[in-house]
Antibody, heavy 121, light 107 residues
């Protein structure tokens, strides 16, 4: 069964950092691009960041560019999101999603259950 | 940035009815459009990709159509488990974008 499971969320003060992880199973992780998508409480879905199969192509939403870093470890079937200089507007449920291709803009084939990040003083 | 506009925002429907949801793109996305379903308290789930291809294990009552800038998701006979929010998503260009969603609620 294709599955992705996020972890690492929690409460953090504005300006601080947090690192999210996503563990993948049930598919050849290194063959697919991976993505982070977030959903603020009561709001819609917002794409955050993407990384190609080998990490060679990376993209970010303007709202997080320069503050967030995406990375992956194909040997460990894991995806990461390093979130720095967090703001209250970054409060959201963060989903890890498997892409439909190895690189480039992609649909989201499989979603995790999400990990909640709360940024508040 | 590609803007996706979904309509209506909310749809009140009785079980068994046929449902049609709309998604309009601000510029062409070719057929690089997906539909996702999100039930309350759950993660989204991919329903349709490539505008009209059902994802794995998605029932045949769900169908997608359209190309270019106009797309439709149709549920032929709404079941109780289909009450949810539906989002369209384009993957023709960066940044990846979603529509604002259509909530399908019980009438």
């Amino acid at each position: 069964e294709v599955q992705v499971v996020e972890s690492g969320g929690g409460w953090v003060q504005p300006g601080r950092s947090l690192r999210l992880s996503c563990a993948a199973s049930g598919f050849t992780f290194g063959d697919y691009a991976m993505h982070w998508v977030r959903q603020a409480p009561g709001k819609g879905l917002e794409w955050v960041s993407s990384i190609s199969w080998n990490g060679g192509n990376i993209g970010f939403a303007d709202s997080v560019k320069g503050r967030f870093i995406i990375s992956r470890d194909n040997a460990r079937n894991s995806l990461f999101l390093q979130m720095n200089s967090l703001r209250t507007e970054d409060t959201a449920l963060y989903y890890c999603a498997k892409g439909g291709s190895f690189v480039g803009p992609s649909r989201f084939d499989c979603w995790g259950q999400g990990t909640l990040v709360t940024v508040s003083s | 940035e590609m803007v996706l506009t979904q309509s209506p925002a909310t749809l009140s429907v009785s079980p068994g009815e046929r449902v049609t949801l709309s998604c309009r793109a601000s510029q062409t996305v070719n057929n690089n459009l997906a539909w996702h379903q999100q039930k309350p308290g759950q993660a989204p789930r991919l329903l349709i990709y490539g505008a009209s291809t059902r994802a794995t294990d998605i029932p045949a009552r769900f169908s997608g159509s359209g190309s270019g800038t106009e797309f439709t998701l149709t549920i032929s006979s709404l079941q109780s488990e289909d009450f949810a929010v539906y989002y369209c998503q384009q993957y023709n260009n960066w940044p990846l974008t979603f529509g604002g969603g259509t909530k399908v609620e019980i009438k």
